[in-house]
């Protein structure tokens, strides 16, 4: 099992030293994730999204941030634009087929979705 206490300071601590580490920067925004640090791994997850728009699950992540925090058009739109750049991502289809499936008004279906991404 993952010590993310110890994940976080060693993550913060290579961004000390060089603060363009997107690796370390999302790493350090799932170790958050996991310690339950919504906040601040929400922020990280938009750090590396302002720089790399199409960094492979940081929109996953930010989807299941607002899937917590009972934004639902926010989680969807998320879960979508993952899906846009990485039509591979069977987590974010499934999250957003979950969406969808409760017949939510903001969740488009997924097949559009799918289809729009090739």
């Known amino acids: 099992m993952m010590n993310y206490p110890d994940a976080i300071q060693n ?4 961004l000390g030293i060089r603060d363009s580490n997107i690796d370390a920067r999302f790493r350090l925004a799932l170790a958050l994730f996991h310690e339950n640090q919504l906040t601040e791994s929400h ?3 938009t750090r590396i999204i302002a ?3 199409d960094f492979r699950s940081a929109h996953y992540y930010l989807g299941l941030i607002y899937t917590k925090w009972n934004m639902m058009e926010k989680a969807t739109e998320a879960y ?6 990485h039509p591979d991502h069977t987590q974010a ?4 087929t979950e ?3 409760m ?3 903001e969740a488009k279906p997924l097949m559009d979705i799918i ?3 090739r």
């Open 51 to 53: 720089g790399e728009t």
């Open 93 to 96: 289809m499934k999250h957003l």
């Open 11 to 14: 993550y913060q601590a290579a």
């Open 99 to 101: 969406a969808d499936s």
């Open 43 to 45: 922020h990280q997850l």
């Open 115 to 117: 289809n729009n991404a």
């Open 80 to 85: 979508r634009t993952e899906i846009k750049f």
């Open 103 to 105: 017949d939510l008004p």
